[in-house]
């Protein structure tokens, strides 16, 4: 293995299908026009000095090094900004063309620091490699002039470093910024000699509008913006690529590395998801891997009031054999189950609902999709025929009109909203449905056509009004709906949809949405060109959650918007490998592939190759699982890395869920809140530690290569093995690819999966079996996976969680985006810098009834439950809706959330909880006793050695 | 409904009558069909039995169609 060095073209590539011949050195060759002459130069090898440019940003030409000669021209252009032409006849290297270059660089060279070998960068600087490219020998201004202006290091972010001295004003960052991440956070200050880099109005780089998505650090030639991890290890000196374990945009990185120690992750160019770019979380949040609260060994404990006791993995896998034994010999077959990790890989996902459904001899499986995305596969199983999203990430590019609904991507998916902010500075319309006024509805040089603030739970009532305007005003898509959609079905919704009940100024009053406004986002949608919705849990997490994806699906169809690049229905999956969880038949009613456990014909393929009869009736799902125990018919339950403590709604519940079960394992990094009632500690890897493949929100499968040995002594797909084995299911597996063989054996879809593909191409996007052997970018091209597109009715019918005088205010919640999920990993590094504490966002108004002011400690009441957090007062809010994230368990926001749920999958309505917000002095007496009992619960007693 | 409930009759009627709200668009022909279906395809066995016991205990609080439906749930149980 050796550092990956990816070669920098200097400038973006043209997508052009145009081509231009031209002559280079001698060279002929043709590249697509408006290539850069520095471009296509390095495309036939030839690396043209340069120092401002670089591929990730458009050229600049600034800093004067890139020149070259043309024949018949004049002058000697800057190559990074000089256009190929058609015969052209192009010179990169002569005597005067040396002399220049070399003038520049003494230039550079007399107003940067010679501190080279004690300099970070060493052995990673472009200004040090262009010095010897060009052969600089001497400075004949001497070494002892003035530095560039130094204010001071700027070590103000916790992952990297600002040195203005050895800043030579390239603008690189200050582009990335812009170009890349779509923040403008940077600028340019000063003039001539005194221009330096500025983080907002010359602020520190952590109290400016910085992200810290790492791009600026990307872009950087020198040692200006450095990592601190390189700083304080050095350079790294070998490279592995892998796929980030946050979010469901699954940006692929180099892992960078010193031996076994990890020196930086960077965003890998050629992956297809992120293109080269990365946020704060992928790029810097990894420090949790080595945290000392991480568990190395596994533990157990006959009770969950007892300290826990270290002991081997052998002990510990016969007594968790043992305990599921004994409670299905005592309890019967079905009062056991388990919980499949979306942040696990497919591999070892597909192991546990395997080990469940064979080993259990059940099918007691579920995944935390139950509580985000389960309404999208099945509201897309019904309409289109298939659980996932439609389109690629590049699909984007292609889009004139963003629908953009309950999803906030420059917070939760940030690398696909910076590609998304990126297209809308193109041109690109936006309409954001959302109840809070989100970043994109006006950031720097982005500004929503249409934001339609509706009251939480009303999704149904707006989809269904934006039908009625493209249906009454005959702007529906006719002709394609005839060709790919059910017509009589389509007649049927189409009367619904028309019903003057549904029309924009009938539903005003329910859902807060200016009838008008509505309108008019509803014929932008219809006839701007490309419409492509996109969403997120907004959606999904209501009670009629799954009511809305149809609704999505149903207004796609009726515009045509789908089978094409720029258009399509794409869910916003929230963890890096949700989909990639309920792709791997971890829903209690589906195998692989999402074929139900009823058929016959399925069944009987899985059975022949695992040998063991299954069952053919659908399982328990997490809330049912639940509500058994509390029944006490649910005795066991073996969980892979989720947290549904803290992540579930109605906290209370789901403890007294757990609390009824005779033998919880909680297979995970760290003592996670639903660890403080297990049984069973199963210490888990990383996913540093250990190979598999995760699947992003796009289909994308991906790998993910180990890069430092597991620290706890065992992959998590070992461990699922060992349990296995133990139970007398045996399975048998050495590498994880021989898992995805046998994923590909059974499911379809996959067919054409296998390890060796995914090296050859990279990733592929399912279905990739013989019809498609390079994958799918983009579904329903000719038709729709079920035939027909079907139109369904989408009734909007309230949700029974209401105001009234005890709970007036309307809380919805989410995240932010230095947080993950419940933030177990992301707490655990230095992202807290910019989230401490979870925090109740509530508007001026609000406040001001109430006497609360900014910062104060306010009371969050519910029917369920209440709990005491910081109040933070915003308009981004509309009155009478307040909003918090779930990220720290000392605030625990869903003991506050019900247990409403949605009709057709049970995902919990999180959106919507009629509250009361007071005044308070601090926690909550329930906060208080929750974290003794946390820490009570934590205790690991000493380890005794055993006498001679 | 209580946040302290469990998979009592009173969670699944209220369940139940979710599902049934929405196929009753439907139409009475279709949707005990269509609600019985999603039962099936979606209720473990001890969740449709909970619902089937209470349908024999009187059915109270179920809506027409989704008693229908539950009806139509008792009849193919049995006959297999």
Known sequence: MSLIHEIDYGTPRSTSETMVTLTIDGETLTVPEGTSVMRAAMEMGTEIPKLCATDMVDAYGSCRLCLVEIEGRAGTPASCTTPVMPGMVVKTQTERLKRLRKGVMELYISDHPLDCLTCAANGDCELQDMAGAVGLRDVRYGHEGQNHPNPGLDESNPYFTYDPSKCIVCSRCVRACEEVQGTFALTIAGRGFDSVVSPGMEESFLGSECVSCGACVQACPTATLTEKSVISIGQPEHSVVTTCAYCGVGCTFKAEMRGNELVRMVPWKDGKANRGHSCVKGRFAWGYASHKERILNPMIRASISEPWREVTWEEAIAHTASEFKRIQAKYGRLAVGGITSSRCTNEETFLVQKLIRGGFGNNNVDTCARVCHSPTGYGLSQTYGTSAGTQDFDSVEHSDVILLIGANPTDAHPVFGSRMKKRLREGAKLIVVDPRRIDLVRTPHVEAAHHLPLRPGTNVAVLTAMAHVVVTEGLADEAFVRERCDWDEFQDWATFVADPRHSPEAIEAVTGVPAAELRAAARLYATGGNGAIYYGLGVTEHSQGSTTVMAIANLAMATGNIGRPGVGVNPLRGQNNVQGSCDMGSFPHEFSGYRHVSGDETRALFEALWGVPLDSEPGLRIPNMLDAAVDGQFKGLYVQGEDILQSDPDTRHVAAGLAAMECVVVQDLFLNETANYAHVFLPGSTFLEKDGTFTNAERRIQRVRKVMPSRSGKADWEITIDLANALGFPMNYAHPSEIMDEIAQLTPTFTGVSYAKLEAEGSVQWPCNEKAPHGTPVMHVDGFVRGKGRFMVTEYVATDERTGPRFPLLLTTGRILSQYNVGAQTRRTENVVWHEEDRLEMHPHDAEQRGIHDGQWVKLASRSGETSLRALITERLAPGVVYTTFHHPGTQANVVTTDYSDWATNCPEYKVTAVQVSASNGPTAWQKDYDEQARHSRRIAPHVEAAE | ????????????????????????????????????????????????????????SGGADLDPLVRQAVESLRATTAAR
Request: glycine share 8%; net charge neutral; no cysteine.
């Open chain 2, 1 to 56: 409904m209580s946040s302290e409930g469990s998979a009592t009759s009173e969670k699944l009627v209220y369940m139940a009558n979710q599902i049934g709200k929405f196929f009753a668009s439907q139409g009475a022909d279709q949707a005990p069909a269509a609600i019985a279906e999603h039962l099936r395809k979606f209720w473990d066995p001890r969740m449709r039995a909970g619902i089937l016991a209470h349908l024999e």
